[in-house]
């Protein structure tokens, strides 16, 4: 059984800075992509972030130039850094990998920006 743990997260003001990690464990063979998603209170759920390998990333418009992806392979582990938060980033975010045959989400965690 695979499972995403996400940690991070929480409360800030507008223009600070929060840390978002998501460690996938159990059986793993092979990871694929991974990333981040959010979803706002009556909102879809939207796409962030997402990383292949190492150096391959794509980002929301809206997050381009404050938010960075990354992951380390050996720790199974992506991250989120998010700078220059806005309070219109406020949402749940997800994390999501393709894990072997399967995809796989997060149990979410809580971003507030406060204006």
């Known amino acids: 059984q695979v499972q995403l743990v996400e940690s991070g997260g929480g409360l800030v003001q507008a223009g600070g800075s929060l840390r978002h990690s998501c460690a996938a464990s159990?059986?793993?063979?092979?990871?694929?992509?991974m990333g981040w998603y959010r979803q706002a209170p009556g909102k879809q759920r939207e796409l962030v972030a997402r990383?292949?390998?190492?150096?391959?990333?794509n980002y929301a418009d809206s997050v381009k130039g404050r938010f960075t992806i990354s992951r380390d392979n050996a720790k199974n582990t992506v991250y989120l850094q998010m700078n220059s938060l806005k309070p219109e980033d406020t949402a749940v975010y997800y994390c999501?990998?393709?894990?072997?045959?399967?995809?796989?989400w997060g149990q979410g965690t809580q971003v507030t920006v406060s204006s």
């Open positions: 999501h990998a393709f894990v072997d045959r399967g995809d796989y």
């Open positions: 990383i292949v390998g190492i150096g391959s990333t």
């Open positions: 159990g059986r793993i063979f092979s990871i694929g992509a």
